[in-house]
């Protein structure tokens, strides 16, 4: 049998605009994700190691 009351309207645009909008939502907490000052310290400690790998590379190509 259905789950659905039968008193309940059918869905129409916007029910259904709501429930996809509540399920990204649901789908987005579970997923956890990064926060923007995570990304924003991975991308500049990347960029620091890169320019500490650079400036490495330089130093010895000076002593040889």
Do not use: F, H, Q
């Amino acid at each position: 049998m259905s789950d659905i009351p039968k008193d309940t309207p059918p869905d129409n645009e916007t029910m259904r605009e709501v429930k996809r909008a509540k399920a990204s939502k649901e789908a987005a907490d579970k997923s956890g994700g990064l926060g923007w000052k995570t990304a924003a310290g991975i991308g500049i400690g990347s960029a620091a190691l890169a320019a500490a790998l650079i400036y490495a590379s330089k130093a010895r190509k000076k002593d040889s």
